[in-house]
């Protein structure tokens, strides 16, 4: 049976207090709405619909390969699922509804919720256990144990409410049964439109409806910074367990950030405060030291890093190189041994293999108006606080003297030194 997908992802977020919509928020380098639309896919489901609020470029990218659906004036679920089902008009199948807020959903609920299509059922409901007080809608079921009513917990006194179950939110209605829509009414306290209406609709008809009970941890909502924090720490905790468990050694785990798209190798060793950003690959033996940053960019193995380093975007470090404290490197390619390890700074460069940089070395990349490059060859040694200004190619095994200002290409096998001369004079 065909299926297709609608995320409601139109809310204000307002309670977020941010100019970022609350599906675009990021929890460890991925946005909400990208979680979603990845579990989504998992489950195989090809076809999504996806509700945008009015105004918003920000959702372009995400977007893109799926059709969109703007819902103008936030109304409730009910008048998003029905916008998004007038592009509904010829299909057959399910129509699997989830929120774009709600970033640990599984593709094997929606496996599930989708599997439970049988027998003639007409909706699929979901639901968890949680007995303390919460803002949940609330599951009523009959004396046969089928569910009859979601009921909102902001339009029901507590005496009203005699459920162990809270609404998942996730639900899927059979393609048959869209026209329903029509039927819910606008509640008269929030004057929206709750998808969730559909429940007493359906049973009042006595039309199949069936629950799956899912894990309350996969529908966690992101309503505030807060939540986004703690949805933070949850993900956060999943990569460093699943680093760890493909023989990663994290020595202090809550103090290391990694992102959705970390790539390690085996027998990686990283210590305590460490963070990682988008697209890292860190391969086998390196080891990474306290207080280092790195963003797209290679470790080539058996390299040591830190402490006190940061890796910058399109960078590679080569095999068994040494990367030390307060080094920077961006945009750079380092071949294999090679040393960098003080107070120095290498931007557009190419560094030949077993080539050492001295201490407070600097690539002076930028002209003021363009970024320029810098070449160094393989057996060179690079004097401390040496500055080089780009563009410029040094040769290999070129030794260059400690305190010099270099602007001129330097040839191979060559000593340059490029400084002023030490003058003495006597005191009157």
């Known amino acids: 049976m065909e ?15 941010s100019d ?3 599906p675009l928020h990021l929890i460890s380098g991925k946005t909400i709405l990208e979680r979603v639309i990845d579990a989504n896919r998992s489950a195989n489901i090809k076809k999504c619909i996806i509700v945008i609020p009015e105004k918003c470029e920000a959702f372009e990218d995400i977007c893109n390969d799926f059709e969109t659906v703007v819902q103008k004036t936030p109304k409730g679920t009910g008048d998003a699922v029905k916008k998004a089902s007038n592009l509904l008009k010829n299909f057959t199948g399910i129509i699997l509804v989830c929120f774009g807020d709600t970033p640990f959903l599984t593709s094997e609920t929606f496996k599930r919720v989708i599997k439970a299509f049988e027998n003639e059922t007409k909706l699929v409901i979901t639901g968890f256990k949680k007995f303390e007080k919460n803002n949940y809608g609330k599951i009523i079921f009959s004396t046969k144990n089928e569910p009859i009513e979601i009921i909102e917990q902001k339009d029901a006194e507590v005496s009203d409410i005699n459920s162990d179950f809270c609404n998942g939110g996730v639900m899927a209605i059979h393609s048959s049964e869209i026209d329903q829509l029509d039927k819910i009414q606008e509640n008269l306290i929030t004057k929206e439109f709750y998808l969730t209406d559909l429940v007493k609709i359906l049973n009042k008809q006595k039309k199949k409806i069936s629950f799956i009970e899912i ?24 990569l460093r367990r699943n680093a760890m468990l493909k023989g990663v050694k994290l020595i202090d785990p809550e103090t290391i950030f990694i992102n959705h798209d970390t790539k390690f190798g085996k027998d990686v060793v990283i210590h305590p405060n460490v963070v990682f950003g988008h697209n890292v ?7 990474i030291k306290s207080f280092s940053h790195l963003e797209k960019c290679k470790v080539e193995s058996g390299s040591i890093i830190g402490p006190f380093a940061r890796i910058r975007e399109n960078s590679v470090i080569g095999k068994n190189s040494k990367i030390g404290n307060f080094v920077e490197i961006k945009k750079s390619k380092l071949l294999e041994e090679v040393k960098v390890n003080h107070l ?17 070395t600097i690539t002076c990349n930028y002209d003021g108006k363009n970024k320029q490059k810098t070449k160094i060859g393989k057996n060179s040694f690079v004097g401390s606080n040496s500055t080089i200004i780009a563009p410029i190619n040094i040769g290999e095994n070129v030794t260059m ?4 200002t270099f602007n001129k290409d330097i040839p191979d096998n060559t000593l340059s030194i490029g400084r002023a001369y030490q003058i003495n004079k006597k005191k009157k």
């Open 3 to 17: 299926v297709c997908s609608i995320i409601l992802s139109a809310g204000k977020g307002s309670r977020m207090f």
């Open 20 to 22: 970022i919509p609350k």
């Open 215 to 238: 894990k309350k941890e996969e529908i966690i909502g992101i309503n505030n910074q807060v939540d986004l924090s703690i949805a933070e720490k949850i993900s956060q905790n999943l």
């Open 281 to 287: 690959i860190i391969e086998a033996s390196v080891e």
């Open 344 to 360: 120095s700074y290498i931007g557009d460069s190419e560094i030949g293999s077993s080539t050492n940089i001295g201490a407070g």
């Open 401 to 404: 003297g400690a305190g010099s």
